[in-house]
């Protein structure tokens, strides 16, 4: 990466800066590789941040399925975090795994679980897993709230034969000569996925992130108090693909400890430790171990720790001077946190990261924990909350005594509840990564680069006034 025609005085956050175009011989956005090359065997740089608002393991799975990568969170009881490993795995990658609710459950359960949307839908089991058909997800706009679903259920079950379908262009030729827009697939009868016209097309564009024996991806977190390298033990025997090890100050000596407690366990794993947001921190976390470094202290949508402690730094110059030094010491960087449009992950990326995590983004998204909610106004939100608020703390130590919780929680900082609003237009994770691939291809194309290294080296960028920032925005409305 290279200023273009200015060099900084002061750190930068991404509203900073802007990318300049640069003479290009790429053709198309499709020629891009987005692959990220770190290790972890991702096929887009972006990874769902270790939140309980937004990894759990159905958003994991899909974003394994286009190529990203889920950190399930830290907090997790062990058996839970195992269990959710393990499910990850079990998912199909060809298909979407189904949502599949009791024909007793009524349109308003349905309904904290999935909108009513095209290109969703719901399967229907009964209690001894017989498949008893589909239901448009669609059609849960129309029907009473109390209604049962199993009532829903009208005419011939529409569905796919797995055996019918050897490719994704091939299932998207017969949704469009069957006039479906969702179906179950279904092997010997038995349900084994989901599949709508734009997945199908989906998996035309994209390539799963999958292991050595062809399951989904996922990575798992842990802290750095305790018997680390037992739990690090613990997540490779349930199927972790990369082991996150995880607290707020990346570079103190227990972090350090905790990174050579698991690299001599010699798992096989990619470690990446973190958060930080200097030079002197990569050095040391790298010769410790780590394989990929954390960055970012502050920038979250949840996080008030600047706000709090004044601790933090810029995220553009973080992530820039960070990822030179790790480039040197044959490592990597995540850029960790405040990207809230696409334009950022490019940014990010520029800077030198191999991949970007998002938190709250992908919080409001139909895959991610937690049920709908609606207010007064009928749109759909989740509920968001950061890791070192109250509600987390108490998520967190919920079998310590009452007096040890109540010290814990009298210093948590960080929001505890905040509505993400599903975006109408874009309420899957899936439709929030098309947007984000499609503009960073793009950025990709304006630098003539085909991949992450070549965008690396390629981007040139600008550092703007906030009227600059403001002038690159569209306008809702007339003026």
């Given at each position: ?176 000569a069957a006039n479906l827009e969702f179906a179950p697939v279904v092997e010997n009868g038995v349900v084994v996925g ?15 992130a999958v292991d050595a024996s062809g399951r989904l991806r996922v990575a798992a977190a842990i802290g750095i108090n ?223 680069a085909t991949t992450v290294n070549e965008f690396h080296e390629r981007a040139l960028v600008g550092i703007q006034s ?14």
């Open positions: 990466m290279e200023f273009y025609e200015t060099s900084p005085v002061h750190d930068l956050t991404y509203s900073d800066v802007f990318l300049v175009p640069n003479r290009s011989a790429v053709t198309s956005r499709l020629d891009v590789s987005l692959a990220p090359g770190d290790g972890t065997g991702a096929t887009i740089p972006l990874v769902a941040a270790n939140m309980n608002s937004v990894t759990g393991p159905r958003l994991a799975a899909t974003l394994a399925r286009r190529g990203g990568l889920g950190v399930l969170p830290q907090d997790l009881h062990a058996d839970d975090l195992d269990a959710a490993i393990r499910w990850v795995k079990e998912q199909p990658v060809a298909w979407d795994t189904p949502l599949s609710l009791s024909p007793d459950d009524s349109v308003a359960a349905a309904l904290q679980r999935i909108p009513a949307v095209d290109g969703h839908g719901i399967v229907l089991h009964d209690d001894d897993g017989a498949y008893l058909g589909t239901i448009q997800a669609a059609r849960l706009a129309t029907a009473l709230p109390d209604a049962r679903l199993g009532d829903l259920l009208h005419g011939p079950i529409a569905s796919l034969d797995a055996a019918d379908i050897d490719s994704p262009r091939a299932a998207f030729d017969l949704m469009v989901t599949l709508s016209r734009r997945s199908a097309l989906r998996s035309t564009l994209y390539q799963p305790g018997d680390v390298a037992g739990k690090a033990r613990s997540l490779a025997a349930a199927g972790v693909d990369v082991l996150v090890i995880d607290t707020a100050h990346g570079h103190q000596e227990g972090m350090l400890g905790a990174i050579r407690a698991v690299a001599a366990l010699k798992l096989g794993l990619p470690i990446v430790a973190g958060n930080v947001v200097t030079s002197a921190a990569v050095r040391d976390l790298v010769e410790a171990g780590a394989d990929i470094v954390k960055v970012g202290v502050g920038p979250g949508a949840m996080c008030t720790t600047r706000m709090m402690t004044a601790v933090g730094r810029p995220q553009f110059s973080a992530v820039l001077e960070t990822a030179e030094v790790a480039r040197v010491l044959g490592a990597h960087v995540w850029a960790d946190g405040g990207v809230r449009y696409p334009r950022d992950v490019a940014l990010a990326l520029a800077a030198g990261a191999a991949s970007v995590m998002v938190g709250s983004w992908f919080a409001g998204t139909i895959e991610a924990p937690g049920t709908l909610n609606t207010d007064a106004d009928g749109r759909l939100y989740k509920e968001s909350w950061g890791m070192a608020s109250t509600k987390a703390v108490r998520e967190r130590f919920d079998n310590l005594d009452p007096y040890e919780l109540a010290r814990k929680t009298l210093f948590a900082e960080g929001i505890s509840s905040s509505r993400i609003y599903l975006d109408p237009l874009r309420p899957s994770l899936e439709d929030l990564l098309d947007m984000i691939t499609s503009g960073v291809r793009s950025s990709f194309t304006y630098a003539g906030a009227a600059g920032y403001e002038e690159g925005k569209a306008l809702p409305v007339s003026w």
